[in-house]
């Protein structure tokens, strides 16, 4: 599914969307995944079998352990860039994702040291839209390129949720 589209939906569960993140910084095998996140390994399994499935995934390697074969998976954020919405309740359902996982971090929220916020619904010019979209995908990629694993010495834990996107117009005031 490497250059095939990813649908929208496969994103669209907050412990799939903590599993990605995990999954950019090294690759790790569903035991590490579940005792990362606090799950089962069954649990975890799961989910990284459905990202697998989406495309969302790559085996980087398998490891022998105890006289059997565990895969090692990793995430490639800019897979991303292939993602179709199948319509307005995939892109809802993976917005409530993304709100999900954004309490869940929120909660683990390091008090008193500064972190950007913004929310806003504009009217921009669509050539400052475009330059700004372009920045932001490449501090979004700096950031990725960047990721570590899991608690690496120098390390500090961030969480950065981002939706940027063009809406319709509503209709003129009468």
Not at 73 to 87: E, F, I, K, M, S
Request: proline share 7%; with cysteine.
């Amino acid at each position: 599914m490497s250059d095939a589209e990813i649908p929208l939906r496969a994103f669209a569960h907050p412990l799939r969307l903590q599993i990605l993140s995990l999954l950019t910084g090294t690759a790790m095998s569903a035991a590490e995944v579940a005792r990362e996140i606090g799950g089962t390994q069954a649990n975890a399994s799961y989910h990284l079998r459905q990202l697998l499935d989406a495309g969302l995934l790559d085996v980087a390697e398998a490891v022998s352990v105890r006289g059997g074969m565990a895969k090692r998976y990793r995430h490639d954020p800019q897979v991303g860039n292939r993602l179709t919405p199948a319509g307005t309740n995939d892109r809802l359902t993976l917005a409530a994702a993304l709100g999900e996982e954004l309490r869940r971090r929120t909660l683990r929220r390091r008090e008193g040291v500064p972190g950007p916020l913004t929310d806003a619904e504009l009217w921009v010019d669509p050539q400052v839209w475009e330059d700004v979209c372009n920045r932001v995908v490449q501090a979004m990629t700096d950031l990725h390129d960047a990721a570590q694993a899991p608690r690496a010495p120098g390390t500090i834990r961030t969480s950065t949720t981002m939706s940027m996107f063009v809406m319709h117009p509503e209709p003129e005031p009468r």
